[in-house]
């Protein structure tokens, strides 16, 4: 590499060391007032630092916002494990999902204490929201059933209306039709 080669040195103006910064070159009676041209490039450098670290500071305290309110707590799929009660249009609902993925629906009528019970193996996509739960292998029926749950804390679930078809499970929950389950404690 040439002398040519370099890339040229660039200067910027600097205040002597034993020049006080608020006097500039030229002293307090120069053109520029009591205060050099130095003094006011410094000023305007650290203020636009100053602009910018402030900027960035509000961005990532408004992005760590966002995004611990839009998460919350993320359901696991341990999380549907269990018994689940409920009531429903004149009955008691008693959902058991279990970690081998089969699950027990109950559903007993209070008026003539009458039984259905269905049993099949259950699929839920933690993926999606609203989160698509459905029961196949039903020997009881001759169709799955499809329906969306939503986690209400970690207690306490919300289901949709369950459906026969996959197209026309429902996408949104409705306040009239929708199923609400408590936790059934389990003793050890």
């Known amino acids: 590499m040439g002398r040519g080669d370099r890339l040229p040195l660039v200067r910027y103006p600097a205040v002597q060391e034993d020049e006080p910064l608020w006097r500039g070159k030229e002293g307090a009676a120069s053109r520029n007032g009591a205060y050099g041209t130095a003094f006011w490039k410094k000023y305007r450098i650290i203020l636009m630092n100053n602009k ?33 009660k409920g009531e429903f249009q004149d009955k008691e609902l008693l959902f058991k999902f279990e970690s081998d993925q089969t699950c027990e629906l109950s559903f007993t009528d209070k008026e003539s204490d009458s039984v259905e019970i269905l049993n099949g193996n259950f699929e839920i996509n933690f993926s999606k929201k609203p ?46 039709t929708s199923i609400n389950l408590e936790r059934v404690k389990q003793k050890i």
């Open 131 to 176: 989160m698509p739960l459905s029961v196949r292998n039903i020997p009881q029926l001759n169709h799955p059933l499809y329906t969306i749950v939503e986690f209400i804390g970690s207690e306490s679930i919300r289901l949709a209306s369950f459906s026969p078809r996959w197209r026309l499970r429902p996408i949104s929950f409705n306040h009239s």
């Open 52 to 84: 910018v670290i402030i900027l960035n500071i509000s961005f990532l305290i408004i992005l760590s916002v966002c995004t611990i309110i839009s998460c919350g707590k993320i359901p696991y799929q341990e999380d549907i494990y269990g018994v689940w």
